[in-house]
């Protein structure tokens, strides 16, 4: 079955960097877009990057765009989000989701099939 396993998540400083990891089993890791969204308390989960299968297109909303990037290694079944100058309002649990189509232009995460478990980031100020 499959199963996505983020981690990386942890409590920083404002200004500072993180890089998030998802690894992926049971499918076939090339073939499926990915995708992190984010979720707070008391707000509905937002999309936050995309990624295609072979890795060479990425999509942003303007909310992220030139702050967060998303990157694959298909080697090693792993999707990664480096996050920098982190605020506080990006504090969140973080998911990785994958999806068998071709999702990661749409701008959302609503086709996204399988889901991990998420990891909490923590932006203190």
């Known amino acids: 079955h499959v199963q996505l396993v983020e981690s990386g998540g942890g409590l920083v400083l404002a200004g500072g960097s993180l890089r998030l990891s998802c690894a992926a089993s049971?499918?076939?890791?090339?073939?499926?877009?990915m995708c992190w969204s984010r979720q707070s308390p008391g707000n509905e989960r937002e999309f936050v990057a995309a990624?295609?299968?072979?890795?060479?297109?990425?999509y942003y909303p303007d909310s992220v765009k030139g702050r967060l990037t998303i990157s694959r290694d298909n080697a090693k079944n792993t999707v990664y989000l480096q996050m920098n100058r982190l605020r506080p309002e990006d504090t969140a649990v973080y998911y990785c989701?994958?999806?068998?189509?071709?999702?990661?232009?749409?701008?959302?995460?609503?086709?996204?099939?399988?889901w991990g478990q998420g990891t909490q980031v923590t932006v203190s100020s």
């Open positions: 049971g499918l076939t890791f090339s073939r499926y877009s």
């Open positions: 989701a994958a999806d068998s189509g071709s999702s990661w232009y749409l701008g959302w995460d609503r086709n996204y099939d399988y």
């Open positions: 990624i295609s299968g072979s890795g060479g297109n990425t």
